[in-house]
């Protein structure tokens, strides 16, 4: 099985070719692969910093979307030709970045026919992320004020969606060249992260504010996290006795089961709700290119592999 991933941690980013998928347990779905997200949480895995569960050789990559190939006996709910998107940690088997990949039937959301399956690939460790942090860390309600940080990424866009989607009024730091895509994802103020009078253009106090960090946070929020008053940052950082980041990662680890909760913003996706911006798309054999340009930043476009499946 053709794949791109790692000979050891910390290794260079290669083509590999794998044995292919062993025969599945009852829980268990493989996914011919069409598409996979790339994120700089991929680099974590990379280094070993981020413990997926999986030890080198091993492919990369946590988010895979495509078609069921098989299904173990004792799934509901998903079944073969199925359009499927995943975000599956700890890893059951490889990593997303292959041909194939085995996933956990609860990891899994049946994708409508009119999403790509580009846009499905991207969306899971964003969108898991910011559900997350937004409806779990902050329960966020309509009518109350949040400030999301750094809304121009991937993650940061995520935000102000389901923030502006729950009816609250969102303010958002971002980059110049940002405002006016931020603006269009319900941001009723985006206020340049550059200007050295941020804190003081920022909302007016408000005991119903809550704070979403992305890059470049006010002091006191985790980069990439969220927090409020009384409430923990999220993300990708929980880490483990030995200090890496282990698998049970907070994306989409707290509240509904991950697969249905994936579902209802895949959900969201398909009713345009929520929009993830596809950029770059690169072949498998360029999986390192594709992980550099993660993380060197996408502008707020997502970046995924393809894997030349057919469909």
Known sequence: MRAAGVRRFSGSVEVLELPGPRALRPD???????????????EFARTGDWDLGARPPMALGAEAAGLVAAVGDQVAGVKAGDRVTAHSVPLREE???????V???????ILAAAVPF?????????????????????????????????????????????????GATVIATAGADSAGRVAAMGASTVLDYHRPDLARAGAPADRRRR???????????????????????????????????????HAGGAGRPRGRRLGALVQLLAQGVLTVSVGDRFPLERAAAALAHARHGAHGSAIVLRTGNPG
């Open 28 to 42: 268990e779905v493989l996914i011919d692969v069409r598409a996979c997200g790339v994120g700089n949480w991929d």
């Open 103 to 109: 996933a956990a039937s609860g990891h899994v959301a």
């Open 211 to 249: 704070r979403c960090g992305g890059q470049r946070g006010t002091r006191g929020l985790r980069r990439g996290g969220a927090g409020g008053a009384g409430q923990r940052p999220t993300g990708h950082d929980h880490r483990g006795p030995a200090g890496r980041r282990k698998g049970h990662h």
């Open 95 to 101: 990593g997303a970045w292959a041909e194939q990949h």
């Open 118 to 166: 580009d846009a499905a690939a991207a969306l899971p460790v964003p969108a898991l992320t910011a559900d997350q942090a937004i409806g779990d860390a902050l329960e966020v309600r309509a009518g109350q004020t949040v400030l999301v940080h750094g809304a121009g990424g991937v993650t940061g866009g995520m935000l102000v969606q389901l923030a502006a989607h729950r």
